[in-house]
Every structure is written in structure tokens, then in C-alpha cells.
């Protein structure tokens, strides 16, 4: 296939990328209606006095073509005014036209950008709740995509052009009016020229707005591979891969300039259309004032103004359909965004208080927010947690990694788990968070269930979710202060996050640092070392205070001092907490009191450290 073809896009929309027909979801009316409904009183005033500005400058116009009519013995409204008088309202037109202009051009553009940030915000709540099997099956570049080029052309818009489209209605709806005060016949110009100019934009719009949905989805299979080789750049380079990775991007990218090209072709084909019928009108308008002056039928002031109208206004209408044409694009970032806010969310989980776009989503009411806020689980030091015939898979094509699992950790106890790469260790943990549906049985906190639909009992999903403090393989600390990765709640003293830094031994260090608790912790925590990253996972996880502590692997890549301290954790800050670890290095898990054994999804033993995991050992030296 030749560079410029796009006759197969469906190899290169392979990252699940798909592309809308036909008309647009009446959703995303409503969409804007709720995005636009708590600016609208100030709205209809902006409009309404973007309507007067444009009227009187407009009018202007009229009142010239008035004054010639007067110089050439005609009577009209203006009989008897001076000629300072005549200026003096000219003067006053225009400068009250242009202020009401002014005033509704930033106000408007104003209200209209914090509309469209509102959705921006609601869409990003939303999709901040999505299940976790959507981030599995969704490339990150395509989300990107979504809130990043989609928005742009929404916010390109509705941020402030959408102004300038308006005035452009207002424009075509005062021209109409005042070529009628001039000369009532030039309207079957201006409706011939509108009809025409609506057809040709009826021909191109399904066109246009098929080309512009291809080149949204084209975009998004070149940001997704962008993003997926800027992660993995130390891995292609190792293995040599670059060639390979550059020239699919190179595919990718010139499917998408292909879609570009195809998407201008079809708007520059719409603009010669459309000035080729305002070339038309001026030649009909010309020919036809020459005619009219002559019968008699009209003045040369009216028909002075009616032209100079009918010249404006065909400009106007062609402009009015070239925004119309823009505004299409917006549209359908709209459309592509308003997808996302309308997905269904996790299952259990709830929008919080402040979301305002009614979408059919369970809210937090205000009071329930509040209350939660403060609530804790249990108010004991540890807790239980109870797995009742666990089955367990992360999609239905996929096999199950958790067969019929059945165990129980007492409140207090330290509970190791054990089993090969593959075994559905950490499986297990995301069964216990609820991080995807269990197809059959439940996980439970002291017999307390998370409530996960309408109409079942069982306790609020986030209240369940924190009384588990976790800390994975891979630490994950935040773009921010390094105060805002300990206490994210914002609610704790410098006293107290001092002191659990002490306990886990980087005191000192952050006391070296110029900024303190204040010091930037860079994306991901790149600009500290692992042993550091994972030294601070294990103060936040203290700071919870969460009667449950899960430690997945999270000694598996430190060096031995940093291990050291984990190990001690687990003895000493955490043992008044119920524990579950898993651990690669097994001597971190000789002082737990029971031992999970894991092979396959299923459990092949649960008794006293003592005999599970010598058993284990064997099996892995064999």
C-alpha cells in the first residue's frame, strides 16, 4: 500500500481505536446543556447584548443610506437633522455597538471556557473511577489523545471563537432585517445565496465530518507506540530493537498525515465551493441594482446599502458555513470525550459531591462524603480477612488464575504466601481489593463486605479499600512534595511524619536535603534511588495507620540495608497489624506465623511456617 493511502485503517487502529458514523449521540447535548446551564442567565445577557452591538454597528449602514436619499431630495427619517447631528449619531452607534460587542466577546468567551473546563473536569473524574480492566485494554496514548488533542480542538472553540461564530449569526440576522428596510426585493438574493450555500454545505458534511473522525482516530496508534517506546527505551535499546519500533512509527504516523491530507483536500474542495457561489451573488446583485435603479424601483441610497449588505452577507454566509464546518470538529472531540463521561465506573464506586453533570453515576451525597471522611472500618489495631471460594479471572476469554480458594487470616496474624511466578500470588491481592470483579465468592474485611450495586448490603467500597495499607513490588510515589506523598490527606503534622521517617531510617537524609519535607519528588519518583522510593512506600503505609498491612515483593529489588529495615518493619512497627506477604527472598517470611502455599490458583498447603515452608523449599530445588 502506497504512503498516502488509507484504504485498510483498520491495521493501523489496532490498539482498539474505533471510529463513530453516522449522526452525532443526542447525549452530547446534553452534555453541553448541563456544561453551559450554570452560566445561562449571564449567558442570555451576553448574547443579548452581543446582538445590540452588532445591530447598531450594522445600522450604520441604514442611517448613511438614509442621508444620501436625503441629499437627493428623498424624505426619510432623518429629515431635518444637522449634518454634526447626523455624525454625533453615527458616532454614538459605533462607539455603543463596539462596547456591547466588546463586553459580549470576553465575557462570553470567558463563561464559555469555564463551561467547557467544567466538562473537561467531570469527564476526568469519571474516567479517574473507570474498572481496571479498561486501563489493561486501553493504550495509554489513546487516553492521552482523548485529553489532550480531543480537548484541544473542543477548547479551540467553545474557548473563545465560538464568540466570533455567534457574532457571525447575529450579523446574517441583522442583514436580513436591514436589507429589508433598504429594499424588501434583495432578500430573495440573500435566501438564494443561504439555500444554495446550505446545500453545498449538506453535500460535504458527511464527508467532512467522516475525514475528521478518521484523522481523531488516526491520531491515536502514534501517540500510544510513542508513548509505549519513551517506557520502554532502556529495553530497546538492549535488544536492539529501535529499527524495528521506529519503523512502525513511521507507519503509523504517515497513516495519520495520510488522513490529514485527506481531511484538508476535502475542506479545501468545500471553501472553493463556497467562494464560488459568493462570487456568483456578487455578479446577480450588480446586474440586477444596474436594473433596478433604472425602472425606477428602487434609490440609489437603498440600493447603495442593500448591496453593500448583499456583498457583506455573502461573505458572512459563507463564513457562517466554514465556522459551521469548524464548529463540526469540535463536535466531535465533544463526541469522543463525552464517550468517556458516559462509560460505566467501577463497580461500588461512587462520583464524589462535587460532580455536577447528572449522568446516571451513584454520587456521594455531601453529608455521606463527610461522614465517610472520618470513618473508620474498625477502630481496633488489626482486623481479619476472611476469602470464601474464590474464582477469580480478569476477563471471561481469559483462564482462571484463582480456583475455589478458600482461607482465613486472624486479626493480628502474619500470614506469608508462597507459590512460582504465575502461581496467582498478587492475584490474590487484587482479588482482596476488589481491583476486578470476582466471578464467584467474596473477600472480606472481619466479615464486612464491600457494596458493590444498588439494593446490596455491605460497607462503602473506599471505606473497605482503606483499611489495607499496600506496598507493591514496584513503588509508586507522585509527582509533588515529598510532604504530599506521605500524608496525601494533608492532615497530619511535620512532628509526626518526622518521626516515621526516623523509624524507617531516612531522617537524616531528608534533613540533608535544601527543601526538607518540601523537596520535589519528580514523576514516579525518578530522581531518587529504589531503596529510597521503597523506604518512603513503607513510612506512607505507616502514616495510614490501616489495621492491615500488604507487602507485595517489596523486598525484592533493595539492596540489603534498605531490606533490613523492611524486615524489621514487619517484626516491629507492624506487629501489633495483620499481615499478608509475599516475598521472594523467603527468610523475609521465616518469623510469619502461617504460610499460604500457591501453585496454579489453587492452594496447595496453609499451616505453621514451620512445615509449609520447608516443603516449599524442596519443591524448589528440585
Wanted: glycine share 6%; hydrophobic share 45%; with cysteine.
Amino acid at each position: 500500500m502506497s504512503k498516502g493511502s488509507v484504504k485498510s485503517p483498520e491495521k493501523y487502529l489496532s490498539d482498539g481505536e474505533v471510529r463513530r458514523e453516522g449522526n452525532y449521540s443526542k447525549t452530547i447535548f446534553e452534555t453541553l446543556l448541563l456544561a453551559y446551564r450554570p452560566y445561562l442567565k449571564r449567558i442570555i445577557l451576553c448574547l443579548t447584548l452581543g446582538l445590540a452591538g452588532r445591530a447598531l454597528l450594522l445600522a450604520n449602514t441604514n442611517v448613511i443610506g438614509m442621508w444620501v436619499d436625503e441629499l437627493i431630495g428623498k424624505t426619510t427619517a432623518l429629515h431635518g437633522l444637522s449634518s454634526q447631528g447626523l455624525i454625533l449619531l453615527l458616532a454614538v452607534m459605533a462607539l455603543s455597538g463596539f462596547s456591547f460587542t466588546l463586553f459580549f466577546r470576553v465575557y462570553f468567551s470567558r463563561l464559555s471556557a469555564q463551561a467547557i473546563s467544567a466538562f473537561y473536569d467531570e469527564v476526568t473524574l469519571r474516567t479517574s473511577r473507570f474498572p481496571m480492566g479498561f486501563f489493561d485494554n486501553t493504550p495509554a496514548g489513546r487516553i492521552i489523545t482523548r485529553f489532550s488533542s480531543d480537548y484541544g480542538n473542543i477548547f479551540r472553540l467553545f474557548g473563545g471563537p465560538l464568540a466570533e461564530f455567534i457574532s457571525i449569526i447575529f450579523d446574517l440576522i441583522m442583514m436580513v432585517i436591514l436589507i429589508s428596510l433598504a429594499n424588501s426585493i434583495y432578500l430573495i438574493f440573500v435566501v438564494f445565496i443561504g439555500v444554495m450555500n446550505y446545500l453545498v454545505y449538506k453535500l460535504n458534511q458527511e464527508k467532512m465530518r467522516k475525514a475528521r473522525r478518521d484523522l481523531s482516530a488516526s491520531r491515536s496508534p502514534s501517540i500510544a507506540h510513542f508513548a509505549e517506546t519513551t517506557q520502554g527505551a532502556s529495553t530497546i535499546r538492549s535488544f536492539r530493537r529501535q529499527k524495528s519500533f521506529g519503523a512502525r512509527f513511521e507507519r503509523l504516523d504517515s497513516y495519520f498525515i495520510s488522513q490529514k491530507m485527506e481531511t484538508t483536500k476535502k475542506l479545501i474542495s468545500f471553501s472553493f465551493q463556497m467562494n464560488s457561489l459568493t462570487a456568483l451573488l456578487l455578479l446577480l446583485t450588480g446586474a440586477s441594482a444596474y436594473f433596478m435603479v433604472d425602472k425606477g424601483w428602487a434609490t440609489v441610497g437603498s440600493v447603495g446599502v442593500a448591496f453593500s449588505f448583499i456583498a457583506l452577507s455573502g461573505n458572512t454566509v459563507q463564513m457562517f458555513f466554514e465556522w459551521l464546518s469548524q464548529f463540526e470538529e469540535a463536535m466531535i472531540g465533544v463526541e469522543r470525550l463525552d464517550q468517556y463521561m458516559r462509560m460505566d465506573i467501577e463497580k461500588g464506586s461512587h462520583l464524589p459531591s462535587s460532580a455536577s453533570f447528572n449522568t446516571g453515576h451513584p454520587v456521594y451525597s455531601p453529608s455521606v462524603e463527610k461522614y465517610l471522611a472520618s470513618r473508620r472500618l474498625t477502630e481496633e489495631r488489626n482486623a481479619s480477612v476472611q476469602a470464601h471460594d474464590i474464582w477469580f479471572r480478569y476477563r471471561d476469554d481469559l483462564p482462571w488464575v484463582l480456583k475455589g480458594i478458600n482461607f482465613e487470616v486472624q486479626a493480628g496474624e502474619r500470614l506469608g504466601i508462597v507459590g512460582r511466578t504465575g502461581s496467582g500470588k498478587s492475584s490474590l491481592i487484587q482479588a482482596l481489593f476488589y481491583l476486578y470483579p470476582i466471578a464467584k465468592g467474596h473477600m472480606s474485611i472481619n466479615n464486612h463486605l464491600p457494596k458493590l450495586s444498588e439494593g446490596s448490603t455491605g460497607v462503602d467500597l473506599n471505606l473497605y479499600r482503606r483499611s489495607m495499607a499496600f506496598i507493591a513490588q514496584e513503588p509508586i510515589l507522585f509527582q509533588g512534595t515529598l510532604r504530599f506523598n506521605l500524608d496525601i490527606k494533608d492532615a497530619l503534622s511535620d512532628e509526626r511524619l518526622w518521626e516515621v521517617l526516623e523509624q524507617v531510617g531516612l531522617k537524616a537524609w531528608v534533613q540533608s536535603q535544601q527543601d526538607g519535607l518540601l523537596m520535589r519528588i519528580e514523576e514516579r519518583g525518578k530522581n531518587l534511588s529504589l531503596g529510597e522510593r521503597q523506604l518512603l512506600c513503607m513510612a506512607r503505609c505507616l502514616l495510614q495507620e490501616a489495621p492491615i498491612v500488604i507487602m507485595d515483593e517489596a523486598t525484592s529489588s533493595v539492596d540489603p540495608q534498605s531490606e533490613e529495615i523492611m524486615v524489621r518493619a514487619t517484626e516491629e512497627f507492624f506487629s501489633d497489624r495483620t499481615q499478608i506477604i509475599i516475598a521472594h527472598r523467603l527468610s523475609t517470611l521465616a518469623k510469619c506465623d502461617r504460610i499460604l502455599w500457591l501453585q496454579n490458583g489453587e492452594i496447595v498447603a496453609l499451616g505453621p511456617t514451620a512445615e509449609v515452608l520447608p516443603r516449599f523449599k524442596n519443591t524448589e530445588l528440585v
